[in-house]
């Protein structure tokens, strides 16, 4: 499964790491299979099959120079308690196409508080291996809306803001993020690396995240993340 197409195929995505294959149990995920290096110390869990790797064996089914030894199948399906969550505030990824922005959005976005994270455009897989791990298991507990649009967006009310690092968009200058509503059903829309947001996206308010260093602009994960925990601390202030 180390293809996209062949996840996707099967519905299954494999999940490597102690910690992340308990995060997957914990959450709920439907575990499929579980593998483990003989080296390793037993961590399984009970229920789902184990089969058990020499180390060399191990190695081929690791996509990382030093596996722990533990890695489990798991199904794309998520708990229903995740798929039903009702959307308060999302971050919508516009063709983030590198697999450390991505992880690190998601979870900047879990911990934030945000109910949904929505791909559109040409986004990387958030099932990849490289993602999985950026996530920190933030991927187990966040609903993701694959394929997503902006019209679906637009059609549930949600009021998309656009990260921007430009000094003026279609001759206006954007609104600083600390100036701007973060009440409501909002979209915070963060922009690919090397081409930022989709020039037909629907945006409501384009903003910047003011700073004063020499730095033209943050990268997508930093900025999301600054973004993200500026929404959630004003979200909760104004409860």
């Given at each position: 499964?180390?293809r996209?197409?062949?996840?996707?195929?099967?519905?299954?995505?494999?999940?490597?790491g102690?910690?992340?294959?308990?995060?997957?149990?914990?959450?709920?995920?439907?575990?499929?299979?579980?593998?483990?290096?003989?080296?390793?110390?037993d961590q399984f869990?009970?229920?789902?099959?184990?089969?058990f790797?020499?180390?060399?064996?191990?190695k081929?089914?690791?996509?990382?120079?030093?596996p722990?030894?533990?890695?489990?199948?798991?199904?794309?399906?998520?708990?229903?308690?995740?798929?039903?969550?009702?959307m308060?505030?999302?971050?919508?990824?516009?063709?983030?196409?590198?697999?450390?922005?991505?992880?690190?959005?998601?979870?900047?976005?879990?911990?934030?508080?945000?109910?949904?994270?929505?791909l559109?455009?040409?986004?990387?897989d958030p099932?990849?291996?490289?993602?999985?791990r950026?996530?920190?298991?933030?991927?187990?507990?966040?609903?993701?809306?694959l394929?997503?649009?902006?019209?679906?967006?637009?059609?549930?009310?949600?009021?998309?803001?656009?990260?921007t690092?430009?000094?003026?968009?279609?001759?206006?200058?954007?609104?600083?993020?600390?100036?701007?509503?973060i009440?409501?059903?909002?979209?915070?829309?963060?922009?690919?690396?090397?081409?930022?947001i989709?020039?037909?996206?629907?945006i409501?308010?384009w903003?910047?995240i003011a700073?004063?260093?020499?730095?033209?602009?943050?990268?997508a994960?930093?900025?999301?993340?600054?973004?993200?925990?500026?929404?959630?601390?004003?979200?909760?202030?104004?409860?």
């Amino acid at each position: 499964m180390g293809r996209r197409s062949a996840r996707y195929d099967e519905g299954l995505f494999v999940v490597e790491g102690e910690l992340l294959v308990a995060e997957a149990f914990d959450a709920g995920w439907n575990v499929i299979e579980q593998f483990q290096s003989i080296d390793a110390r037993d961590q399984f869990r009970d229920g789902p099959p184990v089969s058990f790797l020499y180390g060399d064996d191990f190695k081929k089914i690791s996509d990382v120079m030093s596996p722990q030894g533990v890695a489990a199948i798991v199904s794309m399906e998520p708990p229903a308690k995740l798929a039903k969550t009702t959307m308060t505030w999302c971050v919508v990824c516009d063709s983030i196409a590198d697999p450390g922005n991505l992880g690190t959005i998601m979870r900047s976005a879990e911990a934030a508080g945000a109910s949904t994270i929505s791909l559109v455009g040409n986004c990387v897989d958030p099932f990849s291996p490289k993602v999985v791990r950026a996530s920190a298991g933030a991927v187990f507990h966040v609903q993701m809306r694959l394929a997503d649009t902006y019209e679906q967006l637009l059609a549930q009310e949600v009021r998309l803001l656009g990260l921007t690092s430009h000094h003026a968009i279609a001759g206006k200058s954007p609104s600083s993020l600390y100036d701007v509503a973060i009440s409501g059903r909002l979209g915070l829309v963060v922009g690919s690396e090397s081409h930022g947001i989709s020039p037909s996206a629907p945006i409501h308010e384009w903003v910047t995240i003011a700073h004063v260093g020499r730095s033209e602009s943050l990268n997508a994960a930093m900025a999301a993340t600054v973004a993200c925990m500026y929404v959630a601390h004003n979200r909760e202030a104004t409860r």
